[in-house]
């Protein structure tokens, strides 16, 4: 079936350290895969960080990275110095159109708590 | 910018009963409202999609039955969870989306069931 696997957290690292969130995906169902990743911060909605929807590029957005990799199906989360702001929990998600339905839909990770220290 | 506003943020309702929730657009008109669920320690699941002109499409799951849901125009989606019991708590969320662009979530709103 369609899921996403992501690291379990809660992951804690400190200021100005680098990141990375791993996010594997398996799409049986869905003819275009589109990847994601989505941050929530405290009090806050789902928002979208970063979407790659073609196999082999990267996405970008306040400094985080992710570049979709079909052959190895992942689509890791990087950034090269976090600071305290960006504590949050991240979700990767995998959607596109499914085979024979209308619509489309995510999928989710469990979501990774990232909690960085001053 | 695109907002979407979600009410109640938070509830209470004890087993049995039933509780509505809503979903509003603003500042755009959702083509299609998805709705879905987070248990405690899982991650989001996909409730339903309702798409402007198509039948509601139900997940494995999730029935019209349990969760009977109302789309009466692009600004506004409803959710109801009819006879609510401890399985069904956890955090709701509505995504709207315009055509194949962004989905935009509101902040959810928090069932407790007791």
């Known amino acids: 079936g369609d899921s996403v696997t992501q690291t379990e957290g809660p992951v804690t690292v400190s200021e100005s350290e680098s990141l990375i969130i791993n996010c594997t995906y398996s799409?049986?169902?869905?003819?275009?895969?589109?990847l994601f990743w989505y941050v929530r911060y405290p009090g806050e909605g789902l928002q979208l960080l970063l979407k790659v929807i073609t196999a082999g590029q990267k996405g970008s957005s306040r400094g985080f990275e992710a570049t979709y990799n079909k052959e190895t199906t992942s689509f890791h989360l990087q950034k090269a110095s976090v600071q305290e702001s960006d504590s949050a929990v991240y979700y990767c998600?995998?959607?596109?159109?499914?085979?024979?339905?209308?619509?489309?839909?995510?999928?989710f990770g469990i979501g990774t708590l990232l909690s960085v220290k001053p | 910018g695109a907002l979407v506003y979600q009410y109640p943020r938070r509830t209470i309702c004890k087993s049995g009963t039933s509780m509505r929730m809503e979903c509003q657009a603003v500042g755009f008109q959702a083509t299609s409202v998805a709705w879905y669920r987070q248990s405690p320690q899982k991650t989001f699941e996909l409730i339903a999609l309702s798409t402007v002109n198509s039948a509601i499409k139900y997940e494995q799951n999730f029935t019209q039955e349990k969760f009977p849901i109302s789309h009466p125009n692009l600004s506004f989606s409803s959710m109801t969870v009819l006879n609510a019991y401890l399985e069904d708590r956890g955090l709701y969320l509505c995504?709207?989306?315009?055509?194949?662009?962004?989905?935009?979530f509101g902040k959810g709103t928090r069932l407790t069931v007791v």
């Open positions: 799409a049986t169902s869905i003819a275009y895969p589109n």
């Open positions: 995504g709207a989306r315009v055509g194949n662009t962004e989905v935009f």
């Open positions: 998600a995998l959607g596109g159109m499914n085979y024979g339905s209308s619509g489309n839909k995510l999928i």
